[in-house]
């Protein structure tokens, strides 16, 4: 026998010297929930370790997970139902207090990578990333929208802006606003390929940002769907893009793979709320092992194509990895 694979698995050295795929603090986005408030941090019911910070223990959380080495995160508002109307008006009101929050973390840890969310749900008393006319998502209304948002955020001081709303022409349509208003730097992590999947649950749970009406569907991907997100991709590619990020990652590794096949951009994975909570409940439970089944999780998106991965793992991971 002249080949035997078996040689280059025999020690722990020689393994990590041939291994294929690295993961580091680096690739990793911690998202994180946001409310108004003093003093909280409630616990995500559906997504345990996870929780809503006030602007204050936000901050204290932030600079936790620097000293473990993580520098990037993905923020998400949890808006009070009084502030959620059609137009999503609170999403770039003066005295928002997530844009405020933005501002604050940038001031005090400039060293951060901040990602924002562009969408219409957690301002929108209909629940939708769009805007809502007669049951119907308006693709057209929803883009002035979504650039007042950007603006906004751009202002605040934010890194990366984040459009996860699944409008078409929206990249171009807010690289155009961003430009206009002398913000050329900041950059756009498009959700290129956002399925309607049933693993948001945990995340909508966190924000209460479920729809009144309807579904996604109109909007999000048919999880049948492969092509389609090849051509999601040149779009956006086209459209000015920085990166290009799938949605969800698991069961959509042949997605993340396509895309980095396919882009010389960086691709970026959403390790959605739902895939965390499944595996954080088969540990629970004992079924599963969290310190292998967490990692080999992470490093099979990496392995995919995946060069960021946002996850709510970053942190154990990092606290045992980093
Ligand atoms: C909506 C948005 C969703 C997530 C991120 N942005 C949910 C949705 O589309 O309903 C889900 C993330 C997760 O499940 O972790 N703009």
Redesign the pocket.
């Known amino acids: 026998m002249l080949d035997r694979p078996r040689r280059n698995r025999r020690t722990e050295a020689i393994r990590n010297m041939v291994a294929e795929t690295q993961l580091t603090a680096n690739n990793l986005i911690y ?1 994180l929930f946001l409310l108004d408030g003093k003093g909280i941090k409630s616990e995500v019911k559906s997504l345990p370790n996870n929780y809503r910070f006030s602007p204050d223990t936000l901050l204290a959380e932030i600079e936790e997970c620097l000293k473990l080495g993580l520098k990037s995160f993905v923020l ?1 508002p949890a808006v009070d139902e009084a502030l959620k109307n059609k137009e999503a008006t609170y999403s770039y009101s003066p005295d928002n207090f997530y844009l405020k929050t933005i501002a604050e973390i940038k001031k005090r840890f400039p060293e951060t990578c901040l990602v924002s ?1 562009v ?1 219409m ?2 301002y929108s008393s209909d629940g939708h ?1 769009g805007y809502v006319e007669n049951g119907q998502i308006i693709n057209d209304k929803t883009l002035p929208i979504l650039a007042k948002m950007a603006i906004a955020q751009a202002q605040a001081g934010i890194d990366i802006i984040g459009p ?2 699944m409008m078409d022409g929206r990249i171009q349509y807010l690289r155009d606003e961003l430009d206009d208003e002398g913000f050329t730097d900041v950059g756009i992590m498009s ?1 290129t390929a ?1 399925y309607a999947s049933a ?6 749970d966190a924000l209460d ?2 729809p009144k009406a309807g579904d ?1 569907k109109t909007y ?1 991907m048919n999880p049948a769907n492969k092509k389609e997100a090849l051509r999601e991709a040149m779009l956006d590619e086209a459209e000015g893009a920085d990166f290009l990020l799938v ?2 990652a698991l069961a959509y590794l042949d997605i993340i793979h396509l895309l980095a096949q396919n882009t010389t951009l960086p691709i970026a994975a ?1 390790n ?3 895939e ?1 909570a499944m595996l954080t409940a088969a540990c629970q439970k004992g079924w599963l092992n969290f310190e292998t089944a967490m990692p080999e999780m992470l490093l099979s998106i990496r392995r995919a194509g995946a060069t960021a991965i946002l996850t ?1 793992f970053a942190k154990d991971w990092a606290r045992r990895f980093n």
């Open positions: 998202p998400f969310d969408a749900d957690p990333d996860s709303d959700y956002k693993f948001y649950g945990p995340f909508r940002s479920a996604k999000q949605k969800p959403y959605v709320s739902g965390c709510y």
